[in-house]
């Protein structure tokens, strides 16, 4: 089979750092595992903009279209105020969505137990959680028409944005979470508001409906994305595979994340339905973003993004064995005491970016 | 002026349990103020369906006409499932904020010192939070039009639903939650998904108008709603007021109520805008829900329905004293101890609900 082909987008602020350890690990279970990448480098984002009046410029726009697999790092779009807002659309997270037809965000939260004292909670109740958000990426309000501002009779203006689900989209998404959660604890919570909204009524249906036809096996339950919202804060560790449209998905997983010990450790995987070669095209990017106060001082957590280059490992190379070895040489090196500054305590010695590529490169 | 006219619904579950606790202590509070109030209780909700057909009687319905303001109890909605949707949409908190006008809906969360140990986090953090979500309650996904599910031309269906804001409806809900702030410590935090909603982008714009026109002497920042779910669990201390929409105030206060000791401390007021006479309608009500697996037993914690009581006391009949007064007295129950189950360590002595009531009444 042709090799695989990695386009490497390190974006703004920390981005650029945190993907360059990211690649270092990358290249390393490349050579280990003789796994067959191809991977480019490519320029992209604010300061690419600045040098080029382009934020995706046209090599990069090439690179992306060759692209099986991105290593994203970041996109500052406060950063990008001043652009002029064709360019800001081209270049934004959406489009490379929508240009990917990626319909599925996965985002595994999982608490370390080498930093249980760093959570800003300390809790006993977070030892353990072990989720994955599959989220719904093509569809919902952030799609649908008809949007826009519109003036009224009365001279008002009213906003409006269109919540739409067709069954396909659905369940798509749904038998992918089902799916994925086969090879976890085999439980999915499906997630709507039912109660309230005609779509979710569709969405409880049509999940529903695929889990009796085809995953009896895994079990199913339903529940309000308000009660998610709270139950995520109560009891975490109930959870397995929570699936969600794309707006729920959006707060509920930042909801989680908050959950961690720090959004250093998150990493994300989104994916395309699978072409007729059975390849997914797909994009991994750390769920931290630009973080512009840190950016350019080399102190950033890269784990985060050395993490999703361990889900491009998994869901793009099929090289489950080396993305397995990633997170464990994650966990040993937080074990072993590894920290940089967002996940220290008082007083720890603290390492930079490239020290905590180091730490789990050198095991 | 007339008298203020109080109906009291228990509804279901443990509805009626905590409100019959509420009462206690609204009528001590009119009889040592002297407060104009006439307070009926009324029948409504699952049990009173079973005996009359109606899940909302006629004497109710009429009650529920005449009243300034609603003391509710909870409503089981799963409960409700075998009865017709025409009953089930009568009777539905949907309506009653529709019939009531009801557009801002108050929910103060505040952790108790006295509960430090009881939060399920046990966290320095969460020290001091003291924030009100100001929750728009008349417009967004709940009630757009158009609606529903439609048949595709390839057979499929789709599920549809309308998110949309009038500049009258936000800015209604913001000037509301400004002169909230007034009394607090002057800060709202406005929060929309304006990167990815024309609607989000109209209500920002509509916000930071208003405030720069009338509201200058607050602090105001934009928030997006993911990030305000992050940093929920991160730095809730930040937050004075939260203003939201009504889709994003349904998760992000749920997500936060998830961050006090129990959902049996949480209060909320939802209230219409002022008649001519400068009076309000206006509904009061627990955060928790019926709570069917501990109904009929007696052990509820009824706090939140006094708290709620408390409010009812401040917003409708201008008795600030009367709440403060209230609210003290929960406080000092709780400082010396006092606890029902849900905020019980092992082996601390536990309250029954009419033991909580009789604590509370004792301050
Ligand atoms: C940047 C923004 C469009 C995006 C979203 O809302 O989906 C982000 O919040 C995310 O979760 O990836
Ligand atoms: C019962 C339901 C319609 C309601 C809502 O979604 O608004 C509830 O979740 C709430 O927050 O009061």
């Given at each position: ?88 659309a ?18 595994p ?25 599959v ?6 309000i952030?799609?649908?028409?008809p ?18 689900y067709?069954?396909?989209q659905?369940?798509?998404a ?10 976890r ?24 409906a ?17 009660t ?69 001082k ?58 905590m590529?180091?730490?789990v490169?050198?095991?």
């Open positions: 089979p042709r090799p695989l082909h990695v386009v490497a987008l390190g974006g703004d602020g920390i981005g650029p750092e945190v993907t360059a350890q990211a690649l270092r690990v990358l290249r390393h279970m490349q050579a280990r595992h003789a796994l067959p990448l191809v991977i480019e480098e490519m320029p992209y984002g604010n300061a690419t903009w600045r040098a080029t009046g382009r934020l995706v410029p046209a090599a990069t726009d090439a690179a992306i279209g060759r692209a099986d697999a991105i290593l994203f790092g970041a996109a500052d779009s406060l950063g990008r105020s001043a652009m002029p807002a064709e360019e800001r081209r270049g934004s997270l959406l489009a490379l969505r929508r240009r990917l037809n990626l319909f599925a965000n996965i985002r939260v999982r608490t370390e137990r080498a930093l249980d004292e760093v959570s800003p909670f300390k809790a006993r109740t977070l030892r353990g959680v072990d989720l994955a958000f989220r719904e990426l093509s569809g919902g952030y799609f649908g028409e949007r826009g501002i519109e003036r009224l009779e009365d001279g008002q203006r009213r906003g409006i944005n269109t919540h739409s067709t069954e396909e659905v369940v798509r749904a038998r992918f979470a089902f799916a994925l959660a086969r090879g604890r085999g439980r999915v919570t499906s997630v709507d508001k039912a109660n309230v909204m005609e779509a979710g009524a569709l969405w409880r249906q049509v999940v529903g695929l889990h009796h036809d085809e995953f009896r096996d895994v079990a199913l339950d339903h529940m309000l994305a308000d998610c919202a709270l139950m995520l804060n109560r009891d975490p560790q109930r959870f397995d595979v929570i699936l969600t449209d794309n707006l729920f998905g959006d707060l509920l997983s930042d909801a989680a994340a908050g959950l961690a010990g720090s959004l250093g450790l998150l990493p994300s995987a989104s994916l395309s339905p699978p072409a007729p070669d059975g390849r997914r095209r797909a994009l991994y990017e750390p769920v931290h973003g630009s973080a512009p106060d840190i950016a350019g080399g102190i950033a957590n890269p784990l985060a993004a050395i993490l999703s280059a361990a889900l491009l490992l998994r869901w793009s190379a099929g090289a489950e064995a080396a993305a397995r070895e990633v997170e464990a040489a994650v966990s040993a090196a937080l074990s072993a005491g590894a920290r940089c500054a967002d996940i220290a305590l008082p007083g720890e010695a603290v390492l930079d970016t490239a020290g590529g180091d730490a490169l050198a095991r």
